[in-house]
């Protein structure tokens, strides 16, 4: 039997369904390189979001939990012991989020997801610094609304590449409204 690779057929043959057992001998190794590809994605993706998270709190110096034992807090404050498993959660998500739309390939609209993902990653980054690191709560404040609206403006470019990406990143939203409700006692309390 002759193999005539697929890129030397013509665009009728191409295009046709492939003859039932005939199997393309590179077909199974560019699945394997592809699924490799796509896991060394997903778990850079998810670790380097991951990284962001634990990198924010280690800059933040070591009392940011002192720090924030002695804040007086507004009612309905989720218990401290929430907040790192929650976190963990959310840059999970988010990692997958953003790796979901990596895996699209690049496009105008994936580029801006993309650039506005890595905003409100250095947004998230920055908040974290300026509330536990520099006690500023005011200007913490501030910089959280900043945060949401990039991150409503992440989940609108990310569902337009593909909707799953999108969905993740509620769970961040909710979460961060959280966050600015609690920043926002913080400061009225202050």
Known sequence: ???????????????RRPVRGYEDPGRESSLGMRATRDIAGLVAAVAATEAVGGLSVLASGRDFVAYYDQLRKPPFTPPPAA????????????????????????????????????????????????????????VALLEI????????????????????AGGLLVPYLAWVSVATYLNAGIWRLS
Do not use: D
């Open 1 to 15: 039997m002759i193999l005539i690779p697929r890129a030397q057929l013509t665009p009728r043959l191409r295009n």
């Open 83 to 138: 907040f790192g498993p929650v976190w963990t959660t959310l840059y999970l998500l988010m990692g997958i989020a953003a790796w979901l739309v990596w895996r699209e390939g690049l496009t105008a609209r994936s580029a801006l997801a993309l650039g506005l993902f890595a905003a409100q990653l250095a947004l998230n980054f920055a908040w974290t610094l300026i509330f536990f690191g520099r006690h500023r709560v005011g």
């Open 145 to 164: 609304v900043a945060l949401w609206l990039t991150i409503l403006a992440t989940i609108v470019a990310f569902w337009r590449v593909r909707p799953l």
